[in-house]
């Protein structure tokens, strides 16, 4: 589904993206990890179009889309979830989801797997939160809300940038069950995360990043060896 070869990309003459390369499969959960500095944030911005790339390409179902704008890319089936959220925080949350649908609704209706009724059962918490000012919500709350407008685009790639930062464990726990009830209704996840222990339960498999770079390709039967007891951690991040 999404083929990254030799990606570099940077700001201004600061070069962040060295040849990096990574592959995400139909329906596949793929972590990207590493420490602040590895570049991790400054790969979904480029994936996304916020940053352009100076060399290499992003391959989106066999067409090359690193030239693209955001929006062009979006119809491809690409959504993304921002680390900073990227909400309007002075709208409602209908308003914010209703924005996202009008987009989707471009999509082809064979693409289209989210509509606001399969969101409610998804998070819950939005049904009676409705009229809600985005700046009223939680962290976590508004967390939710920006992956149902990710959804709401009918992606079948959704990449979630740090999803877990600032979140309390309860809420970081339940980013786990969501990912995979996203994957039922057929999207794979690209995760950029640094928090290791919600990535072994979120990924099937996962890259390491290091000063822009891929430095180790983590295959599944490694990567569901090493749950929950801090291996990858100590191993690759120095934790």
Known sequence: ???????SAGYGDILVLRELSLAVARNESVAVIGPNGAGKSTLVRTLCG????????IVKDGVAIERLAPHRRAATGIAAVLENRRLFGELSVKTNLDLAAREGDRRPAQ???FDHA?????????????????????GGE??????ARALLL??????????????????????????????????????????????????DRAYVMSLGRVTRAIPPEQWRGAQGDGEIAKAYLGA
């Open 142 to 147: 508004q967390q939710m809300v920006a992956i």
């Open 50 to 57: 916020l940053t352009a790339a100076r060399a290499g390409r």
């Open 118 to 138: 399969s969101l409610f059962e998804l998070f819950p918490f939005m049904r009676e939160r409705l009229g809600a000012s985005i700046q009223l919500l939680s």
């Open 154 to 203: 009918q992606p079948d790639l959704l990449v979630l940038d740090e999803p877990s930062t600032g979140l309390a464990p309860k809420i970081v726990k339940g980013l786990v069950d969501v990912i995979a009830r996203i994957r039922r209704q057929g999207v794979g996840i690209l995760l950029v995360e640094q928090n290791v222990a919600l990535a072994t339960e979120a990924a």
């Open 111 to 113: 693409a289209r797997r």
């Open 1 to 7: 589904m999404l083929s990254v070869e030799e990606l």
